[in-house]
């Protein structure tokens, strides 16, 4: 049986690190950045890895684009799944909206349809995200 949930936590970042594409000091701009992220609520996953490229349209203004990989639970079932990732920045924050890559749930977590998103505020130690999922039957069900 499917299990259709709204699903929340929050999610601690670190190990930030951006490399310029292209020239620096010039606007607009291209970087590369990578993260790791830990997620606890109804999605736990330690030590997640994303991969942004980043468009700055201003000092610290612009949008992004990634893939992160979570390997963990989900309303505890086991697996592994990507996001795909889609957001804008400014001097106030960052929003972010991201959905599951269809086909890549795996284990318990395999046929995983889900979007949600979250609003980043500077300063902020974690941030609190939204998970609207469509879990397919798991392996301990069958």
């Known amino acids: 049986m499917d299990t259709n949930t709204r699903t929340h936590g929050r999610f ?10 292209g020239e ?18 109804r999605i736990e996953a ?6 942004y490229t980043i468009a700055y349209v201003g000092e610290s203004a612009g949008t992004f684009a990634g893939m992160e990989v979570l390997t963990g639970t989900v309303d505890g079932r086991k697996g592994s799944f990507v996001l795909a990732e889609r957001g804008g920045f400014d001097a106030e924050g960052t929003r972010c909206t991201f959905e599951v890559v ?12 889900g979007s949600g998103g ?3 505020r500077h300063g902020e130690v974690s ?9 397919g039957v798991s392996s301990r069900e069958r």
């Open 12 to 21: 601690g970042f670190a190990d930030w690190t951006e490399e310029p594409v």
């Open 24 to 41: 620096e000091g010039v606007l607009p701009r291209l970087a590369r950045a990578t993260v790791v992220n830990t997620f606890s609520g």
């Open 46 to 51: 330690a030590g997640t890895r994303c991969s």
């Open 102 to 113: 269809p086909g890549s749930g795996t284990g318990e977590l395999a046929g995983l349809r």
């Open 118 to 120: 979250f609003t980043y």
């Open 127 to 135: 941030v609190a995200y939204t998970f609207d999922c469509e879990l």
